[in-house]
């Protein structure tokens, strides 16, 4: 079960009487996030004596009333936004997963996928336990609370993080403690900020920037860090991993204005527009992004070519989940729903077209021919990011190897499917200058089919 | 009552079986106007016999369901999108509005103000025509009915256009007959498109584009366009009027992808840039937009002055209508969910700040304000209109006069008051070198004070 | 256009201040009427400038909130509860029909059905009005607005009547005046309550007790009573008919609780039975009602015959409109839902099955197969009313001619067809009897095909 | 946790083609058991594969949805519905409550209260269990999963019934398999039928009338049904105890078309009329029921006491769940909203009033009042069951011990504090002739404070 998703967690001194709501500061930082993941989310807040929360299907605004939301009082909480993948979209896998058990309640929220996540639950359901959901959170809980019947907390976590093989950045609840848990690899963002009056955890810091917060730092790939009392502590998993980010996090899926790991975004994308430019120059009238993702990458390949950026593709700011599926006759119309073209910006013109990463290669397939349908003399397609040519394990859910258009097929016949004049990837070390990070920090599984940890089928680097 | 909405039509063929469904041409048409109208949106369409509509509030994924859709059949109709201004927030006040009366039934949409609309009402009442809704939209349907039982279409729609003053930008359905009309100054935007099997009439012509339709020509000024067997006919009212495009449309108004009485808005947008930087160059190190409405702009203005573009601010794609109310604290959490600053693109710099247009100065204000906070050296603000300084009567609500920050303030107090460091406003000549029609016309009166018809306690050109 | 509504006035002082709110007060009597219309509602208050109006598809809970209610403020409105029939069912459609007009605002809601409605519109039609529903409603506003131009209120309401043929309980609101009509031959009840601090209008009584009102009177046909700076005035119609009161309303419409022109309906229902036995004694074991609308006269039968009440059906409570179609192989499933047997009370016996009337004969037949079912040797039918062999034009939406079973056949033969043992009707002396009411001041048209005013090809009294 | 519910649960052969859809089957039949709980419902079908399950607040026509209900496919189900009661009021509490374990899926739905719910739930926390729930369900659900990794599943349903105390009637599915339960008291009931193609169980015969199904047997207490395969098994819990059929079943909470557990629930309450006639016979004009509980129990008086049975109160229908709270001065004609008095009836009259049960005392003063504001001369109270002492710990959520009226206070207090001219309760003999059952197999707790099994701080019959 992959989940793409975006975790926070806040938690605030109790004798400061001038700290504004958890459960709103939560919904704000939700709503900042709400890129990474539309299709439920959830809040959960602990009141000194249990943790109450809210859960819906929907969007951050459509979930939360503001009843509702003033109703949760408490010093502490965590929340989620979940991504849409199929066949799971029901409430009850809406998170943060919250439970009662022995010594108190524990609520916990999760961004990443589980490569073990089957077999930790198959060992489970052989010792009695049962499963209302099929998040890999569920599973993580039970394992939490098994733990903590014997250990201490820290301990627990630690003994915990010993068994969870994949991606995870956590936010948990144990009754007033707030913890922020990242796995040893360090594969999805986690960072943490100072609020007024305390502290908030979050996947991206564009969360901490809308609570006027000030980023202090990111939890450390395989750390514990705890949140009680008004005061941080830190402890460190007995695992030791090679770190391995996420590359995709910069190329696509975090917000521009998000800092990760040390690294802007948009600083990154920039400079692979740049890195493009170097790589694959062609002579061109415009440069132009689709829109959204290639938009920053476009600005840079147009400063480092010198060739004038100008829109070419126009999205439409309503499209929302609402849509309406049309019949046969109106398919193409949908398209053009969500993106129009400028063709005074494009007729009679050589186009250099800036992408953040094709996928199946449909997409780049029926933009290009819009493109051309608007009078475009040529269309040179450039990407953000080098092919993709295996699955992602970790939580982003790309597409299956058969689906992956690159998977099998070498860049000239991916040229002639999409249909563009020429076709030039970002290479792998282009990537790299451009994220700033060094290669043996980075995650590169779906670039090279080589993960950093052992998947089943699939090659190791270890 | 002032309308800043959306209008389209659509004809086909009774004899092209092939020709796609009515109702769903102008959902998708509607879709693409969404821009224009948010509050409340309908659909018309007549049967052969009689007209149905669904009408409600909200946006068009909201308000429309398929089934409801599938079963409005017919080869005729026309839609509206309305925007959402105070008080007047009713059903009742959704178009189009449609009757029945002697001999057939009636729909019509209305972009536009009428300033004479109050008079023409009390003129109706004192006849005894009684009123459902406070819309001029509903005074235009009783003087058409007035005419029709006495003239036929063509001279009552040329009658009913006598009477009327102000801004109006129509579609009209007259049982199986689709009329496009446009008041004889062409203040609101109306052009005419060819798609599969038939006709269709918008506000703007990426309406046209969505539907894979091809822009054929604008309505002009004073014309009666009637859509009836497979054919286009042109009338003209015996009107005569100096033409007076709104400006407001290219510089903030309309899609950038719509051409409009021939101009592409984004071309504008960008010359709009390209003059500012002739007419207020500044030393600095980035140009950046305020988004979305500053982009393009800013894209020529960096170009002409050849300072870098880069973005400092950043929308969150996700703000919807219902967002919560903060309490006094979070207020400025609130703005900064919608719009967060990228501090590393901005720090120690000297920023050149594009925005369309000033309104009242506290958002400018308050964003110059989150620039600075983020570290910016300079701020220099650019602005791609001349000062408003008098009211709109045609139909852009912007603010009474006593909110237009320009109306009594010269450029030195505007620049202290929103804390920029320069603050450069386009000039009027250079608006109209950027538009690219002649300055005779266009409606230059909220930046003039002079209007082109006679309002009450204002300035006239004629 | 038929109507079986329910509608409503109330008129407090306004130097009264502890009377409640008006708003509040509509909303408890819409809900004790609401058994006369459960498909939209309506509530219309003037504030002292203008009307302002909340209206609703559904019940009388689900269209108003508390919120809504809260902000309706004044001294005086009017309310409907609308019965769904065919065709109609539009937001548009549902009253008060509110509008504004020369002089001010008017509200009106409607009980009844108008005989000459259609020549009416198309008279109004011919002289240049334009309608937005398919409403009587909407008629009679138009003719009152036409009047209101040239005379004073009550010669303009006169004026009215006599052009409006058919029933009409009506509740107007002229700005701050509140006027009660109901039509010269009186056929839809329409009363008048003391309140706290006002005066309440309403179609039955039942709705003053609810407010804790103290019933006064019916308003009598052909008055008009207007409620006005805390008096009440009445004033006559110029037209003179022939008093006829629905018989229906006492055999099945109106509330038991409810008094109408004098007349308890319990009592009514009461008597009917007891007229029942006397006119068709059988032997037999149990008097059974078919519930609700059966239970009184089982009562009454039960006494007068000294034979034993006993329940052989049960009703589900719990049946709403919501209800889910079945397929074929669930269709009686669905009949059970509604109505199960209780049959340790009907097995082996002989039972007298009470019902208020017989429409089409279809429910009679079924409901006799379950009893049968339950194993009862036999079932004599006794009806609480006369057949009934022609339409009603005056607003109770029975059948056409064709589906009355009654219309064209005798009662053996219908008593064949039901599969009854036996079949008793209620003779119209009966009947009359029972109501109590002298029989020259009832409406008898759906029992003898005789109508006490002209309805084209029907035979009428004068 | 005390649960007031209905379950069911249909299983039909797999080979019968024409049998109707399980879902749909349950759709009905839980429609049928509404009165037993409104708060929620949910429906679990077992698919071959996997359970699949609809949940939601509100009643059953509001939950489901016609597609959704025609996506539920397969042979086998079970269904709840839920009582509302303070504080748990949660989309999570709502039943069947579904699993996934080692060896497949799980779901139980439950009607009744574990009285040792929270030892087990702590012995189960102790374990490293954890809840996600309040109800006693998810611990039935846990003590079963346990059994089942060790033991068959008949072994294990009896394990698990050997650490359950309490009141439950259960139905489960495991996998394909339907199984119903019922504890060994047979406190709550639980009936077994045929229908076309297979069985259904449920709390109440009416559901298996609905469906058209006829009712073989009662499940016996100690008794596990098991369906499988359209055969139906029969095992016994070694648990042994004395039969305690809960009497307010009969007195107030089944339905009166019911038979449960040989009796008809009418034939029982017409039984408690006629022996309140003979224990406490009065003078009186008429004898009125209050609706709609005492109804039966008021004809069974009118008859054996010879005096004339008459409707003094009527209820309002249309009253649902979402009437909106009234400011103080409303309270009262909320109440009348409610119900209404039939003056007429009342007025210089001595009544009978018979009533089902009196528990604080509150409302029957209220109604008392009423009935002497509507003019009657006296008012005698008779109650269709014995004073209600002690609380109930086995599921009918009364009151605690000082909220009961007859706790603490002598008839003759309390006919002085409900205003009543005399009052008399229906001695336990008179209820347990009227029920028709060994006064040893009933349990009667409630009326005398001794209880069946213990209850800390209670005393226990053994």
């Known amino acids: 079960m992959e989940e793409k998703c975006g975790v926070v967690g806040v938690s605030v001194s109790p004798d400061n009487e001038s700290s504004p709501d958890v459960a709103h500061q939560m919904y704000y930082a939700l709503y900042a996030l ?64 919250v439970v009662n058990y022995k010594n108190g309640c524990i609520a916990l929220a999760h961004n990443g996928n589980l490569t073990n996540g089957q077999e930790l639950r198959d060992e489970l359901e052989s010792e009695g336990h049962i499963f209302v959901t099929e998040s890999d959170t569920e599973v993580i809980v039970h394992l939490l609370v098994k ?44 960072c943490i900020g100072e609020v007024d009056g305390g502290y908030v955890v979050a996947s991206e810091s564009v969360a901490i920037d809308t609570l006027n917060g000030k980023l202090i730092r990111d939890v450390e790939p395989g750390e514990i860090v705890v949140f009680r009392n008004g005061d941080i502590e830190s402890y460190r998993s007995t695992e030791q991993k090679k770190i391995s980010h996420c590359v995709f996090e910069y190329i696509y899926f975090a917000r521009p204005d998000s800092i990760i790991d040390g690294q802007l975004v948009y600083r990154v994308r920039e400079k692979i527009g740049r890195e493009l430019a170097k790589e694959h120059p062609v002579e061109a009238d415009i440069v132009s992004p689709v829109p959204d993702s290639g938009i920053t990458s476009a600005v840079g390949y147009a400063d480092t070519s010198s060739i004038k950026y100008s829109e070419g593709l126009m999205k439409n700011r309503y499209i929302g989940r609402t849509f309406i599926l049309p019949g046969q006759s109106m398919r193409e ?66 597409a299956t190897r058969e689906e992956l258009v690159a998977s099998d097929r070498k860049i000239s016949e991916i040229e002639e499917l999409i249909d563009a004049d020429s076709l030039g990837y970002l290479s792998i070390e282009g990537l790299i200058r451009a994220i700033g990070i060094d290669k043996n920090k980075l995650c590169l599984g779906c670039l090279t089919g080589v993960y950093p940890l052992k998947i089943h089928s699939e090659e190791c680097e270890s």
Do not use: W
């Open 333 to 398: 119309t949908a398209v053009r729903l969500k993106m129009n073209t400028i063709s005074q910006n494009i007729s009679g013109k050589k186009i250099i077209l800036i992408d953040d990463s094709i996928v199946r290669g449909t997409t780049s397939k029926r933009i290009i021919n819009m493109i051309r349908g608007a009078g475009a003399k040529e269309v040179h397609a450039r990407i953000g990011s080098p092919p993709i040519i295996a699955p992602c394990y970790m939580g982003i859910n790309m």
């Open 34 to 97: 709400q890129h990474r993941g539309q299709e439920s989310t959830g809040i959960a807040v602990y009141d000194g004596t249990t943790i109450h929360s809210i859960k819906g299907m929907g969007l951050v605004p459509e979930v939360y009333i503001k009843d509702d939301l003033d109703n949760l009082s408490g010093n502490v909480g965590i929340g989620h936004v979940r991504y849409s993948t199929t066949g799971d979209s029901r409430i009850e896998n809406c998170q943060p997963f």
């Open 147 to 190: 733990k903590l019947l014997t250990y201490d907390t820290i301990e627990s976590l630690k003994k915990v993080m010993e068994r969870l093989e994949g991606s995870y950045s956590l936010t948990v609840m144990i009754d007033s403690m707030l913890i922020a848990i990242r796995d040893p690899f360090g594969f999805k963002p986690l």
